[in-house]
Each structure stands twice: as structure tokens, then as C-alpha cells.
């Protein structure tokens, strides 16, 4: 399934790439890896990871690291609308 990024989603990626090059660049390439690992799983198995609280959204880490990845599913494409540190409060889908 051809996998897709909301604009929210590039700007969570783009910040945390971005945060992570200044405090710590050797994890960067490894997160980088982990990101893309995470969206292949996805194209693979839209609706695998476990179904998040906000209604229809599925979530998955991004390999080892903290980052949750939450998609949806519409119109026959995987939709990654948020990115976040799941060592955050859990996302309601606002």
C-alpha cells in the first residue's frame, strides 16, 4: 500500500531530524533508518500496529527509539498523520 505523509507529519519529522543534529548526530542516521523501516512496515501491513485512542489510528515505534508513528487508512492509502515521543502524554488525535 503506496504510504503517504501529512503535512504534520513532515514537520514532525523535519523537527525531530532537526533536534536530534544538533544534540546528538551519531543517533541521526539510525533514527533516519528506523523511520523509513517503520513506514515499509506500514506499506506492508497498513493494519498492523495496535489501534491508537484517537478513533481508526493505528501506532507503531519507530524501531528502538521513543517515536511513535500514528497512520490512518483512507482511500486506500496509509495516511502517517503524527509523529511524536511517546514518552509524551498519549495523543488523542487533536
Known sequence: M?????????????????????????????????????????????????VSDASSTHVLPAGRYPYLVYWTIEAGEAWIVHIRDGRRKPWRGE
Do not use: M, W
Not at 14 to 43: C, G, H, M, Q, W
Open 2 to 50: 503506496k504510504v503517504r505523509y501529512t503535512p504534520r507529519a513532515v514537520h514532525d519529522v523535519e523537527a525531530i531530524l532537526a533536534y536530534l543534529n544538533d544534540r546528538n548526530p551519531l543517533v541521526l542516521n539510525n533514527l533516519k533508518r528506523a523511520f523509513e523501516s517503520t513506514e515499509r512496515l506500514i506499506s506492508q501491513f497498513p493494519r498492523g500496529g495496535k
